[in-house]
Structure formats: structure tokens, C-alpha cells
């Protein structure tokens, strides 16, 4: 694997979870994303990957799964999750790059990528990763950011807005915050090797006016009957995909979970510093959380 690593956002030492989610006004966008979550996961699993876990909100809803790994760039975040979720051999904390995951290929049967694939600037190397570390029929469930949405279709039309909603093109309209056409979406997944199952539309109502003035309970509901439209049309500015894994013929093999992702050789062990029999890092393991992050000057 080459040295080069696309840009990383990292949320160290953020509140985000705290600032964005608990007292940021945003209630009804974490019900109806459980809400898709739930009709689209499947009834369990072996070991499901999270992506981009941060402070654990999402984790508890892969209950049917008998090991969660939660995987964060920060290990601020991933301290964040301990704490609500506690120390437990259910769940793997591991502070990692997407670009440059430590796991072994086809590892965990199940993945999920939630609110942040929209930092990353290529996003088909990230998800060639995810593909490489799934099992074969292993169920991969990605939320993006819709550039084609409908706020973004009527600003374009008005004038109100530089950047087309319907080329293919990814859009920077942060620094490393991105949104995704769908059709791009869907030719990444399936070059890689991915097979769709099913595409729905989350959070339509997602207006400070509405969310202040319209019950929640209304809003979710309304928006639970929208969801399956995402089949046909994607004018929503979150879309949940739910993908299986093709074109794979076998497992991991043995009990080994860990690669070095540097060099790409597998490490034995666990519960400990990891060393890399093959160039040599040594990888940290403190209070619980193993950090694979390569250091750059």
C-alpha cells in the first residue's frame, strides 16, 4: 500500500456529541436514522464494524450482533464511547484510519458507515477498505450526504447556489465536509463489488423551522413513510444504502484480527502493545483502546 493518505478529519478532543446531538436541537434526526437502521440491519451477526463510531450513539442498535469494533479516527471520541458503553469484551475500541484499516480481509459479517463518509475526499478508497475486511454476504449499511437534494435543486434553480446538484462530482462545501450524486454513490459500491439491496431516503424534514414547531413524533412518523421512496427518487439530504458483499469466496482464516497498516502483515495477539513482525511498529494499547493511527511529521 502506497504512503500516501488522503486528508483526515479529525474530531479530537471535540464535543460533538454533546454540542451537536444532545443539545443541539437534533432529536429528530437521530429518530429517524434509527428508524432506517432498524429496517435495515439484519436480525444479527457475528462482529459488526462501525465506522466513524465517535462517542458510541449509534452502537447500541447493532444489539443483535455478538461483538461490536468501533473505529474512529479520535481517540477522544473513542474514550467518549467507552464511557457510555463501558469496558466489555463485546466491544472493540479502536482509534484507526478508514484508509488504512488494521483488520484482517473478511473479518466481521457486518459494517456500518454513519455521518462520515461525507469527510472523506476518496471516498471509493475508504470503501474499497470496507469491502476488503467484510466476509463474503456480509451486509454493509453506508449513510452519505445527497448533493441532490432538494434544498440544493431549488438554490441552484435560484441562483443561490455556485455548485450544480446534479453533476456527478462530489462537492466540497466545508473544508473536508463533502456531499455525493447518488448514481456516483452506487458506481463506486458496485465497482468495488458491493450488490445494493436496498436505498432509502432519511431525514426529508430536516428544517429548524418544522423541527421547531411540528411535534417529533409527527415529523418521524411522516418521515418513516417517506423513507422507501429512496428506491425510485433520492431528493433527501441523508440516503441510507444497504449493500451485500459479492464476489468473495471465503473468510478470514483463524482467530486473527489485527493487520499492521503499514505494511499490511497480520499480528497476533491482543490485550496488549502489538508489534508488527514485519517493519517493526509498535502499536498502542491504553486503557482499553488500541491505536493504529499512523503518525505523520
Not at 104 to 132: K, N, W
Not at 153 to 162: A, E, K
Not at 178 to 184: C, L, Q, T
Request: one cysteine or more; proline letters at 5%.
Amino acid at each position: 500500500m502506497s504512503e500516501h493518505t488522503p486528508p483526515i478529519c479529525d474530531y479530537e478532543d471535540s464535543d460533538y456529541q454533546q454540542s451537536f446531538w444532545e443539545h443541539g436541537g437534533r432529536a429528530y434526526e437521530d429518530a429517524v436514522e434509527a428508524f432506517a437502521l432498524r429496517r435495515l440491519l439484519p436480525p444479527g451477526g457475528k462482529a459488526m464494524l462501525e465506522l466513524g463510531a465517535g462517542a458510541g450513539r449509534n452502537t447500541q442498535r447493532y444489539q443483535h450482533y455478538q461483538r461490536v469494533a468501533l473505529v474512529d479516527y479520535s481517540r477522544s471520541q473513542l474514550v467518549q464511547a467507552q464511557a457510555r458503553l463501558g469496558e466489555s469484551e463485546r466491544y472493540l475500541y479502536v482509534a484507526a484510519d478508514v484508509y488504512r484499516l488494521p483488520f484482517v480481509d473478511g473479518c466481521f459479517d457486518g459494517s456500518t458507515m454513519i455521518r462520515t463518509l461525507h469527510h472523506m475526499a476518496e471516498p471509493a478508497l475508504a470503501l474499497s477498505q470496507v469491502y476488503r475486511v467484510m466476509a463474503p454476504e456480509g451486509v454493509f449499511i453506508l449513510e452519505f450526504a445527497n448533493k441532490r437534494n432538494l434544498k440544493a435543486i431549488m438554490r441552484f434553480w435560484l441562483g443561490q447556489q455556485g455548485w450544480n446538484p446534479f453533476t456527478p462530482d462530489l462537492v466540497e462545501f466545508a473544508a473536508l465536509n463533502f456531499n455525493f450524486h447518488p448514481k456516483a454513490i452506487k458506481r463506486d459500491l458496485q465497482a468495488i463489488g458491493f450488490v445494493i439491496e436496498r436505498v432509502r431516503t432519511v431525514s426529508h424534514f430536516r428544517v429548524g423551522f418544522l423541527k421547531r414547531t411540528m411535534p417529533l413524533r409527527f415529523l418521524v412518523g411522516l418521515d418513516a413513510l417517506l423513507q422507501w421512496t429512496g428506491r425510485l427518487v433520492q431528493a433527501s439530504p441523508s440516503v441510507f444504502v444497504r449493500a451485500r458483499v459479492a464476489g468473495k469466496q471465503r473468510d478470514a482464516a483463524g482467530d486473527v484480527l489485527f493487520q499492521c497498516p503499514r505494511c499490511q502483515t497480520v499480528i497476533p495477539g491482543a490485550g496488549d502493545d502489538l508489534v508488527c513482525g514485519g517493519c517493526g511498529a509498535r502499536w498502542p494499547f491504553q486503557d482499553g483502546i488500541y491505536d493504529f493511527r499512523m503518525k505523520t511529521d
